[in-house]
């Protein structure tokens, strides 16, 4: 990782607390890190949150996001990228969503995916995806980012 990109993410990680000591709801922080992100990272073309249903359906919820509308407003647990995320708990990188037997497409314009689990404690309550237009846009440096920023988010839950 160059200078420049550490520098980039260390900014990245610093605005995010900046945001997370703002008092304003877990929804209005969410959607300015999802802003943050995708004004600041050129290949992350859609940012957004998924949380775990609140009434404990097994089911993904479509949370505060950037870039265009998506048809999957509610993913069940276990079905798609996002869904296996979900049960797994781990995040999981795909570098060439067509070559994903379990992907979900929201655009065809998508190439690759990150999807990083928000944990409280051992519990699953959200997580964060990330599209791009770009095949092999994700970085190993990206990810340990944005499990940074999920980490600090575990406590907004």
């Known amino acids: 990782m160059s200078t420049a990109e ?41 940012v957004g949150f998924y ?7 097994k ?14 407003k509610r993913i069940p647990f276990g ?16 570098q060439d969503v067509k070559s ?7 655009s065809v314009s998508v190439q690759s995916e990150i999807v990083v689990p928000i944990m409280k404690g051992e519990e699953f309550v959200a997580q964060l995806d990330i599209d791009s237009n770009t095949k092999g846009s994700i970085t190993d440096e990206q990810q340990k980012l944005l499990e940074e920023i999920c980490e600090k988010l575990s406590r907004e839950f």
């Open 51 to 57: 949380m775990a249903d609140p009434e404990g359906k």
């Open 6 to 46: 550490l520098t980039s993410y260390e900014t990245l990680v610093s605005k995010t607390d900046e945001i997370l000591n703002k008092e304003v709801t877990r929804d209005e922080k969410l959607f300015a890190i999802c802003e943050l992100l995708a004004d600041n990272v050129d290949t992350f073309d859609w």
């Open 100 to 106: 994903e037997e379990n992907y979900l497409s929201c």
């Open 59 to 72: 089911e993904l919820v479509l949370g505060p996001f950037v870039g265009p509308a998506t048809d999957h």
């Open 79 to 94: 079905r798609g990228i996002c869904g296996q995320v979900a049960e797994s708990h781990e995040t999981f990188v795909s």
